[in-house]
């Protein structure tokens, strides 16, 4: 955990319903956060950014890393993160990176899906331990 | 992975996507800086687990926030959409005012049904009682009458 107990990495995740690949991003993404150490990342509010939530803006600023989640290629969760002015510093789709295919809500996902959408998001926290910058307190 | 990608549309559209459309749609917050909001989107879950993708469907909020046309025409040829946020930030429903879209019932979980709000950074911090309102609500929002 870094500063003012905001996670290391900042995860913005779609969670939309309407695909598979969609809900997958919020499951896989909880499963995630659980197996890497505690305050290495956390689940931002994605829906805070484009409503300018002073809080989620806040906390946004102060993690050290932005990862996004997105399900399918319309890749909404990027796009929000840039439009409020933010810089990812990986980006996933689970169908263009994970190879899962995209299908309707009702059509789920099997195991083999969670652990190849878990082991990304790991991946992505994992390879980016944080240096503090120069001169920095801590 | 970050290479650039910007479709307006998806470019790959797939063959659900011309299946016939739920009656009702529930838009969720599904934030999970805190309990209420992941119980949005794990409660719309379970209403979608009780009534069947021909009575409701989950929609993308943050689609609409992306401003994917697509979405758009999908949430106008519902019947009813259902909006749902877990806290006072009120983050889909003011998503939905600013997109200039619609909803028919809106339900709130902190405002209406007094579930509390445990944060920052404990999505899973709901009880099974705060998961039954929830449920309830979304299940009466629903079906109720237009």
Known sequence: MSNNNIPENALFVCFGGMSNVGTLTGLASLEAVRQVEPGRAGIFCLGGLPTEAPIVLNKTRAAQRIITVDGCPLNCARKIVEQAGFVPYKTINLVED??????????YYGDEEMQ????AIVDAIGNNQFSPAPGSAD | MTEER?????????????????RVGLFYCGGAMSSVGELTG???????KRLGPKEVGMGCVSALAAGIPKHFRTMHGLERVVVIDG???SCVRKIVEQTGTRMEAYINFGKDLKIKKVGPFKPLAYSQEDLER??????NAVQSTP
């Open chain 1, 98 to 107: 994970c190879g899962i295919k995209k299908g309707p809500p009702q059509a």
């Open chain 1, 116 to 119: 190849v959408a878990v082991k």
């Open chain 2, 6 to 22: 910007s479709h307006e549309e998806d470019p790959a559209p797939q063959e659900h996507e011309d299946a016939e459309k739920p």
């Open chain 2, 42 to 48: 794990v409660a719309a879950f379970e209403v979608l």
């Open chain 2, 87 to 89: 806290c006072p930030n």
């Open chain 2, 134 to 139: 929830a449920v309830e609500a979304i299940l």
